[in-house]
């Protein structure tokens, strides 16, 4: 009882060791807060009833697709007041695993693509990124395809809930086609354009956020082959439009990083005869479809 009046008495009493409040204040004037992390993660788990790649090929048509990206970004210089306000490299892999084993060498794992690049913020809303990836085929299905990507996108701030996030791309095979293959020796590694926008509303009275990502795909003229081994033809090969919900999981302590779950369904229009003979080839549609929707959705969190 001696002892609980004392400490009653005396709130700022310190024992033996400890610091006292003026110390502790002196402390923290002189030390600076510890600098953030310049390395993060994002882990990305896509969940969907098909594997249609942005090229328009319908991989995958039967059971379930899981699609577990993991990307690491490894920041080197931010200064929000300068022109260049940031330059990140990101090093990461994608995987597409299915419940229904297919390809030359049947399995569950499909496919595995290793990812790099680099990203360049500046301007205070433009974002420029260089990537390189390669389509790896675990069925033995394809030779490894290499590519690159230059993609320049302009993130509006016109209003607080509401951005449009133009962007425009450059997407480049440099070694062995992303495409289907009838006739090798007259293949040829071409390229693709995209112009797209990302819509994207916040509501503000609850946590849900809708996206429209919209692009369209302008191809060369080898990009897809015909099943005569020509070329499937230059110009719009693809459309596609989709409507995106996602809600961030708040229940989870942001410890454990930031928790989104999303849901989303995908329309295509496949406008190129290449593109068209090369799905009838990987089976999954077995038939000449102009039209695709795939249902999707899953979690992603970010450290």
Known sequence: MLMAGLLIATPLATFAGSPTAKEMLEKSAVEPEPEPSRIHALLNVDISDHYITPRGLDVENQGVIFQPLLLIFWNLYSNPDAFVNDVTITTGVWNSIHTRASGARPSHWNEIDPIGGLTV??????????????????????????NVSLKLTYHDSFSKQFSINPYVEYWKEISDKATVVFNPATSNESYYFSLGLDPTYKFEKIPLTVEVPTFI???????????DGTGGGSGLAVISTEVKLSTPLSFIPKSYGSWTLYASAQYYHLNN???????????????????LVQFHGGISVFF
């Open 273 to 291: 005869d290449g593109l068209l003979d090369g799905n009838i080839a990987l089976g999954a549609s077995g038939r000449r479809l102009e039209n």
């Open 217 to 227: 795909n302008l191809c060369g003229s080898d990009f897809y082959q015909r099943f």
């Open 121 to 146: 913020k500046f301007a205070k809303g433009f974002v420029f990124d260089a990537f390189w990836s390669a389509f790896q085929s675990q069925t033995d299905s394809y030779e490894t395809s290499n």
